[in-house]
């Protein structure tokens, strides 16, 4: 990869905790036998979203500081899709040289539910 490239996307917050259980869950292979290893993200973003809890993020983006309060997630991307197709930053370009930061802030749970069953790619 050249200097300066980034590839497509990386994030903390909800999005990550979901990626990390499922990924450590002993029911991901069982689940991949069968073809069906992408529902485990479902499984784990069903159950985990009534255990996790948002969190004040402090970021500085091109030397500006910004505060969110209760901040679902956090993602800074140079493409518009990621995780299986969600569509995270829609006017993010891989050529253009920039990248997005984008902050899910405070919203009801079930706004969250729909936010990642909703802005997927058919």
Known sequence: MPDGAFANS???GFDAHIA?????????????????GSLIYVLYLV???FRY???DLDICIDGRNYSFQQ???ATVS??????GGMRIAPSARGDDGLLH???VGPMPRWKILALFLTT???
């Open 10 to 12: 990386v994030g903390c």
């Open 71 to 73: 901040a679902w997630m």
């Open 20 to 36: 990390r259980m499922a990924n450590r869950s002993a029911w991901k292979g069982r689940f991949n036998r069968f073809g069906l």
């Open 53 to 55: 809890r948002p969190v």
């Open 101 to 103: 930061v984008t902050v």
């Open 120 to 122: 997927h790619t058919p």
């Open 47 to 49: 159950i985990e979203l």
């Open 78 to 83: 140079n493409h518009p899709y990621y995780g």
